[in-house]
């Protein structure tokens, strides 16, 4: 499959999750990332918006702009703008770089914490979808959680390397921000999306080579279920934390029996 058809196709399942949680009894899974996620994205955002104040005064005190001459000197036109404006619009930049670091941080976080769970309704949906049945061991839990915390931070110091990466190439060229912010948008459901299928290549006794080489192979729906995860995480009043996380997961689960189906899976 092309990119937009597994892209398309991942976006369905997700919304196929609305009626196989309510009809098999997995609404439960619904309530269980709301709390913690709502009390880490809280922390976090207040914490990183406090740094990006302090650095932005902090660059303030250290060009110290009141000093340059009124008039006379190559920067005095500018005095106006460096004294008025500049420590606003660096206050805000830093905030837009720390509320990504900070989203992408909170994200994982929560991922990591809730992955015994997600790991759970991945297997849930398997079950109640083609009757496979995966007998409980606590060592397999265990084994579980280890892996879904590797991949979890490898996605995440590899989401933090482009996201530099983006910043950095934006704060030399400015007007490629029209290229960078799509772009990191993007890499973001990626990697949303291969957190999301890596429930299912650990129950299928796939090791991380084999996982990531099927998530490159099948890019586009690991795009799609970033996609669906991350707008509804932009929906208010709880509802996104609600459904977000799972959707993506039975989503994920979905997609990736059908691969599985057709013997395409690596």
Sequence with gaps: ?????????????C???FSLLF????WPYLFYSVGLWLLMWIGSI???????SQLANYLNQQLNFEEIP???????FTKPFLTGYFSFIMTW????????LSSTFTKYLVLIALSPLFALLSESVEEKTNGKNYPFTFPQLIK???RGIVISLRNMFLEYFFIITGFTITLLFPPLVIVTGPLLMIISWYFIGFTMLDYNFERHKMTISESVKFTRKNIGLACGIGLVYTVFMWLPFFIGLMFGPALAVVGATISFLELKQKETVI
Aim: proline share 0%.
């Design 93 to 100: 930049v830093f905030k837009i770089i720390f509320w990504f």
């Design 70 to 76: 009124d008039s006379g000197a190559i920067l005095s």
């Design 144 to 146: 579980d959680i280890g």
């Design 15 to 17: 919304f196929k999750g």
């Design 23 to 26: 009809e098999k009894g997995l």
């Design 46 to 52: 207040w914490v990183f918006a406090e740094i990006a």
């Design 1 to 13: 499959m092309n990119f937009f058809t597994e892209f398309f196709k991942a976006i369905g399942n």
